[in-house]
Nanobody, 124 residues
Framework: QVQLVESGGRLVQAGGSLRLSCAAS????????MGWFRQAPGKEREFVAA????????DYADSVKGRFTISRDNAKNTVYLQMLSLKPEDTAVYYC?????????????????WGQGTQVTVSS
């Protein structure tokens, strides 16, 4: 089992940047593919970015391509989401998720473990 703790969310102006972190417990972090999702008030949780367990493959939602970058440091048991050129529509609670697989996973139902989320608010 793995426990996930997100951090780095805060209030930022439009056009600004943030880096979110997700720290994982345990010694087998490198077995897990990781993903970032977000949920805005009144909306369903949606895919943002995902990365393979090695870090060699990744995928992004069209809405964040070219602005967000997912990365991981297996030695630190941490996955990151670098967010640039933030827009008010990026405002949401951001969650990281994990699943022990070789694949890059982009759907919520396929992840086994979730963090509690970190709030990102982008003001216009």
């Amino acid at each position: 089992q793995v426990q996930l703790v997100e951090s780095g969310g805060r209030l930022v102006q439009a056009g600004g940047s943030l880096r979110l972190s997700c720290a994982a417990s345990g010694r087998t972090f490198s077995r897990y593919a990781m993903g970032w999702f977000r949920q805005a008030p009144g909306k369903e949780r949606e895919f943002v970015a995902a990365i393979s367990r090695s870090g060699g493959s990744s995928d992004y939602a069209d809405s964040v391509k070219g602005r967000f970058t997912i990365s991981r440091d297996n030695a630190k048991n941490t996955v990151y989401l670098q967010m640039l050129s933030l827009k008010p529509e990026d405002t949401a609670v951001y969650y990281c998720a994990a699943r022990a697989t070789t694949l890059v996973i982009t759907t919520t139902r396929e992840y086994d473990y979730w963090g509690q989320g970190t709030q990102v608010t982008v003001s216009s």
